[in-house]
């Protein structure tokens, strides 16, 4: 079979290339039929050769719903049909799944005729299969051919339908119970009633909670189908019943699904029904149920009915928030601390102070750090209605507390909420009493601590300016590089990096780089090449003198370092450096600048690699002037060019001539 | 990283890595059944006046019995430790006193008391399982949630389980209460995560499979249904060792010749129970029930093993333990006009993991070669499986990093010489022809590469201009 195999694959090659070459010549055409033929008997041999392995299936099941140009355009798509039809019949669900997407996307191919000719007998076989597998699958082809196919057939596929979601095995009614809603947005509005209605209803009541729940999922296509008189009488008390159901998995999906369906119902029956389930959602005895509704607090007062909304709100929702401040479970106490300050721009400046301030409070004195922390990172929506200051004093503590809290996360994600902090809060606040804070994480024994901290250092310079940044910052980093612990010293390094642009030439000259310099004696290897990546990163800040002066003895003397980390890293500084003056405003080709850079990079010797073919493609495209002569002199200079370099440049000056 | 340079020896003593560790002891959780919404007022049962302690268990109190019944159909909340003291305790002693009459006593089983009975451990037993603390539930690693309830369910898991072994116990009345509804209840709960409750569970539902007949094809195949969606869908099911434990007496019982049903239960649910990640938290089950199908009907061994072959694992070498374990318990009980027939992939498989880089899996396989059963199946289709493991075998032999391994292997060549000296022999040979062919196939390889990089070399001179066209 392998030599068959071998030909197939050989027979696809050709006759792609056919396929390729000839376009939509061979339509209507004998050779069409024959290489249609051929493609059929090719794909029974991929079906036949290889039925074992889930992978390959996998892929054979998403490929074939790409081949209709490949088996001759849509009207030989059917041919596809056999082997996806097998496919859909097997165990694993990924397999099975694919197949299924690819039949649906070959479906809209096929012709009315053929829908009916082909593909509908395929959906009844899979339907009325013996072994659940493929009676699944048929539950998802259901909607893509009833709305072009015959009202005879339509109403087989209806009756299909209806026989799958009461199949006996629970994997096929929840395969039905998914589609349900699909199928009922293809159906037409009176079957919607007669039909749908009555499987809706089974399949919310039936014995296995699985089933029941994926029924909620299907209300809310099903509401937005109906006219709205019908909803009270046809819907809802399948509804109000899935919100009490004994399952907590189904009232977890209702609570989930509930924007949807206070969408899908409208605003009359959202008030009669709705509020009071709602209530009972944040209200019941499972965690998961209520941390689902306490999510949707926000979303569910924002779509409420504008004329008496805040009557609600403050009538029959807030009670039940206020009880949630206080929840035994800290998911539910989280998830309400990521939405509750949401509800001060809909309740406005007065009852935010009155209502929701003391409980903003109280979560923030919550014992779990996350709710701390997901009320500091909504801080934004308090601060549009009533300004961060009625917060400040309380916020302050929560602050100090997340930030020495004893998990890494944690810590992590306050810092991250720093720099929106400190705008809100404003320069002077931040000096006082968070400053610290920021420099004490720059020591946190967590490497990814001290790195959001020089992060964060650099965004509050952003904010702040330079001039604040050298009054408080910049002396305290550099204090650090005579810490005696070398990663601290590193950490002044790392500061360095993200706050020499943000500071400016002036502070980076005058403060910063003399430490740097200083640092490349360190005893530590790391420190050193540290010192290497620092300068190759401060290149672009300096000026030129200062590059010259002071940074090309440092990095020549690390250069060659006993250390062979740290001549790597120098040496990657110095080409880098030159690389960044090649693609920078640095750099015109008729400035002396070029000459001296040159000189600069040539005078490390023979131990520095230089990025030849950067250094050509520079010359090549730089347009050479009558200043042409001049460069060349300078090169004739550099014995340590590479002579290609050299050659090239010759070269190209003798082509612009 | 780096060390100091040599010349200045490093005198920086600060451990930069010095952490506190926090580490909080684990607490210890139970969890009460997702039924109660808080209800808050307080349970009041008025003790009757014949205490159980005067009760005459010896002599039947059917009345007596069912009042009783009735009071123990209250249900308490013991997530609030303090509330309804009194009356827990009541119903404690109440449950344990009808534990002893209905294990004492004679003629108390009266038709009335079926539906009580009943009805009483379904209000007890039956609800909804809460939801697993958390999210990702390791049954390996995470300590289980323990029943809160469990003072009382016992006791009516208990009583449950004396009342279907009574002597007087009846299944012809007790079907019309003990019906499919009950039993797709009862199955739900082996999702439980307490192991005791599935414990009990356990042994009710084989009582139930073995007093109602009528019962027993829809207890197969809604335990079909929940291994299906085991494997296919959730991947999550607390009860799946139990439950194997019961379907390994069931198959010891099926008849022969074995229905097609049955057939179809091991190659489409049994043999893909074998591909879910918490196989082994039920492989000892699974490889019970396996073994029982095989010796039930030997004809079923190739498939078995082609479906193992199909599922091996790839990357997990502990599942690939197991599956070893499983295998040779298969090995063991084979016959050896089934062994002709899947030796060849079979032992191509062994080959590879007799050569795995992980020590584990290579000494699983050759364990094989202790097994004296195996070994005279080896030595009986020498000529098929010698070319097979040879080479595999050769090359551990001088190239595994384990010395445990490579000792083993010397016995396992030992053994092949032995068996067939010439084809060893041959074997030998060919594979040093085969060994010296493949290394000069490298070398050619390498100077063809060397060939192309000077062209390339040369070409891309060329476009440099150094060398003119």
């Not at chain 1, 024959?34 to 008997?41: E, G, T």
């Not at chain 1, 007998?121 to 597998?133: H, M, Q, Y």
Request: charged residues 25%; proline residues 4%; negative net charge.
């Amino acid at each position: 079979s392998s030599q068959q195999h071998q030909e197939a694959v050989h027979h696809c090659a050709s006759s792609r290339c056919g396929e390729d070459s000839h376009g939509k010549l061979y339509k209507n055409d004998t050779e069409t039929q024959l290489y249609s033929l051929k493609m059929y008997s090719i794909i029974h041999i991929f079906y036949n050769t290889i039925y074992d392995e889930d992978e390959v299936l996998l892929a054979l099941a998403e490929q074939l719903g790409n081949f209709t140009m490949l088996v001759g355009g849509p009207e030989y798509v059917h041919c596809l049909l056999p082997p996806l039809e097998s496919l859909a019949t097997v165990e694993e669900t990924v397999v099975r799944d694919k197949a299924v997407e690819s039949l649906r996307k070959i479906s809209q191919e096929h012709s009315p005729v053929d829908l009916e000719v082909h593909f509908e007998p395929l959906v009844k076989r899979l339907a009325s299969g013996d072994w659940f597998t493929s009676r699944t699958s048929a539950c998802g082809l259901f909607s893509v051919c009833y709305p072009r196919v015959s009202s005879t057939v339509k109403a087989e596929i209806r009756q299909h339908f209806r026989t799958l979601c009461s199949d006996d095995t629970p994997m096929v009614r929840r395969a039905a119970a998914s589609k349900l809603g699909e199928f009922a947005k293809v159906l037409e509005p009176e079957y919607v009633k007669s039909d749908i209605i009555s499987l809706f209803t089974a399949l919310a009541s039936d014995e296995q909670d699985s089933v029941r729940l994926l029924a909620v999922e299907a209300c809310v296509s099903i509401a937005t189908l109906l006219p709205q008189e019908d909803l009270e009488t046809l819907v809802m008390p399948t509804l109000r019943q899935a919100a009490e159901d004994k399952s907590w998995r189904v009232r977890y999906m209702v609570a989930d699904k509930f924007s949807e369906l206070q969408k899908a119902v409208g605003s009359e029956i959202t008030k009669n029904d709705l509020v009071p389930a709602f209530q009972n959602l944040l209200k019941d005895c499972e965690a998961e149920v209520r941390a689902a509704a306490a999510n949707k607090v926000k979303e569910f007062c924002e779509n409420l009915p504008e004329d008496n909304r805040e009557q609600i709100i403050m009538t029959h929702i807030l009670p039940c928030v206020k009880e949630l401040v206080s929840d035994t479970n800290q998911h539910v106490k989280s998830a309400l601390a990521s939405v509750i300050m949401g509800l001060s721009t809909i309740l406005g400046k007065d009852n935010t102070i009155e209502h929701l301030l003391p409980l903003f409070l109280a979560q923030l004195k919550d014992e779990c750090p996350e709710v701390r922390l997901n009320i500091i990172s909504n801080l934004d929506c308090v601060n549009e209605v009533i300004g961060i200051r009625q917060l400040s004093q309380s916020l302050l503590p929560a602050i100090v507390e997340l930030a020495e809290d004893a998990k890494w996360r944690v810590r992590l994600a306050i810092i991250e909420y720093m720099p929106l902090l400190a705008g809100q809060l404003g320069v002077e606040f931040f000096d006082e009493k968070l400053n610290t804070l920021c420099m004490a994480w720059l020591i946190d024994h967590v490497y990814a601590i001290r790195e959001a901290a020089t992060c964060n250092l650099m965004k509050l310079v952003e904010k702040f300016g330079a001039e604040w940044a050298q009054n408080t910052i910049v002396p305290k980093v550099l204090g650090m590089a005579n810490d005696p612990n070398y990663l601290h010293r590193m950490t002044t390094l790392f500061c360095i990096n993200a706050l020499s642009e943000a500071c400016g030439q002036e502070i980076t000259t005058k403060q910063m780089l003399p430490v740097v310099l200083k640092m490349s004696n360190d005893q530590v290897a790391n420190v050193r090449f540290n010192v290497a990546k620092s300068l190759q990163k401060i290149g672009p800040v300096l000026d030129s003198n200062a590059l010259q002066t002071e940074v090309k003895p440092v990095l020549e003397k690390l250069a060659t370092d006993s250390d062979m980390d740290v001549k790597y890293f120098a040496q990657e500084a110095i080409s880098g450096m030159f690389d960044f003056l090649l693609s920078t405003k640095l750099l015109n080709f008729n400035s002396l600048n070029f000459i001296f850079l040159l000189f600069f990079l040539c005078s490390f010797g023979p131990s520095i690699t230089i990025p030849n073919q950067r250094l050509q493609d520079g010359i090549c495209h730089g347009t050479l002037s009558n200043q042409t002569l001049k460069v060349i002199a300078c090169l004739s200079q550099l014995h340590t060019f590479t002579s290609s370099a050299a050659s090239s440049f010759v070269l190209c000056g003798k082509n612009t001539k | 990283m780096s060390s100091a340079p040599t010349t200045s020896p490093s005198v920086d003593k600060v451990d930069g890595f010095s952490r506190k560790s926090v580490r909080k002891a684990k607490q210890k959780r139970s969890q009460s059944s997702s039924q109660f919404r808080s209800q808050g007022k307080p349970i009041e049962l008025t003790p009757l006046n014949v205490g159980f302690l005067e009760w005459d268990r010896k002599t039947a109190q059917p009345e007596l019995f069912l009042k009783k019944l009735q009071q123990c159909c209250t249900v308490f909340d013991f997530m609030d430790t303090l509330s309804d003291l009194k009356m827990k305790e009541y119903k404690r002693s109440t449950l344990n006193e009808l534990v002893d009459y209905v294990t004492v006593s004679r003629g108390y089983l009266t038709e009335q008391a079926y539906p009580e009975v009943v009805k009483m451990v379904s209000q007890n037993i039956f609800r909804t399982l809460p939801p697993s603390d958390s999210n990702e539930f390791d049954p390996e690693e995470d300590e289980p949630t323990l029943e809160a309830s469990w003072p009382h369910l016992q006791l009516v898991y208990e009583f449950f389980i004396r009342f279907l072994e009574s002597q007087e116990f009846q299944p012809s009345i007790a079907k019309k209460y003990i019906d499919q509804k009950f039993v797709l209840q009862l199955l739900e709960l082996f999702d439980s995560e307490d192991p005791r409750e599935r414990d009990y569970l356990k042994t009710v539902l084989h009582r139930i499979y073995g007093k109602f007949l009528g019962l027993r094809a829809f207890i197969r195949k809604q335990i079909n249904n929940i291994f299906l969606r085991f494997v296919y869908e959730t991947e999550h099911f607390n009860g799946v060792a139990e439950l194997l434990e019961i379907l390994g007496s069931i198959i010891n019982g099926f008849a022969l010749p074995l229905k097609a049903e049955h057939k179809q239960f091991l190659v489409k649910v049994l043999i893909p129970l074998h591909t879910v990640r918490s196989l082994s938290l039920f492989h000892a089950q699974l490889a019970y029930c396996i073994v029982q199908f095989l010796e039930k009907d030997p004809t079923l061994t190739e498939p078995v093993i082609r479906g193992l072959l199909k599922f091996w694992p790839k990357t997990c070498s502990q599942k690939e333990v197991m599956y070893l374990g499983e295998l040779e318990e298969i090995l063991d009980v084979i016959e050896p006009t089934q062994f002709v027939k899947i030796q060849e992939p079979l032992f191509k498989q062994i080959s590879r993991c007799v050569s795995s880089p992980h020590f584990q899996v290579a000494e699983r396989a050759l364990y094989y070669w202790n097994n004296e059963y195996i070994m005279s199946l080896i030595e009986e289709n020498s000529s098929v499986i010698l070319p097979i493991m040879f080479s595999s075998l050769y090359r551990i032999s001088k190239e595994h990093w384990n010395p445990a391994i490579v000792a083993l292997v010397y016995n396992v060549l030992k053994a092949f010489m032995e068996m067939n000296s010439t084809l060893f022999d041959e074997l030998t040979a060919t594979y040093k022809s085969d060994r010296q062919r493949e290394k000069k196939k490298e070398k050619e390889r390498e100077e063809l590469w060397k060939k192309l990089e000077d062209l390339e070399l040369k070409r891309g001179l060329r476009s440099d201009g150094i060398i003119p066209t």
